[in-house]
């Protein structure tokens, strides 16, 4: 995305540099640069096609139960950690990027999808982009839920869900799609319930528990 914008940043300054030269020689370098860095363009919107496609299948739920194996992980996967994930991070580098860039990705998705018959992402009467990063991260907080069951302790399992969920909340929000943080609101809430549940009802069971020598006092 960088690299599409210098070039096509490029392209309209040299356009602009020579647009009142009376040189038959200058306009025709002028006029064969810019065709060069317009086929450019076109290279790079279709890489960034293509990845953002690959994002998308990377991310869709899994039809079976997922393996450990560091595809989606990283090899460095601490199991133990509620902390937010690689993934996670990843993923919210990515939407970030695709939104200071939404001009150029929205113009992208309506053109290739009309163009290869690909896939256009639609939720309700989303944008193409906004309902593009919805999915994104709902993909995401399936493969973090998948990721989740491996942690043998109930606690750990929600307070990971809980702090990757806040994570994206956090740094998303400023990006302002109104359905994603309500999405991501009500994730968190959901996790947060589920949490107390399984940490605090074993002990309070306990502690109001009519059994004579409870934790060995009366």
Known sequence: LGVREAVSRASQDIRLSFCSTSSVEAKR???????????KEGD???????????V??????STEPEEDDGSW???????????????TRAVV???SLLSANCATVHRILGQFAARFRGYLPTIDNMSPLN???????SGVHEKLAEKSRWFPDQSLRFLFLINNSYFIWQHLYPISVPEVNKFLEGKIDNYVETYLQVS?????????????LCFGKN
């Open 29 to 39: 370098i002028t006029d064969e640069t810019a065709s060069l860095l317009l086929s």
């Open 44 to 54: 790079l919107d279709e890489a960034i096609w293509s990845i953002i496609q690959e």
């Open 56 to 61: 998308r299948a990377g991310l869709l739920p």
């Open 73 to 87: 992980w990283g090899a460095q996967t601490q199991r133990g950690s509620p902390e937010a994930h690689q993934l």
């Open 93 to 95: 580098s990515y939407i």
């Open 131 to 137: 309902s593009l990063i919805m999915e994104t991260v």
């Open 200 to 212: 605090w009802e074993p002990v309070l069971s306990c502690l109001c528990s009519s059994t004579p």
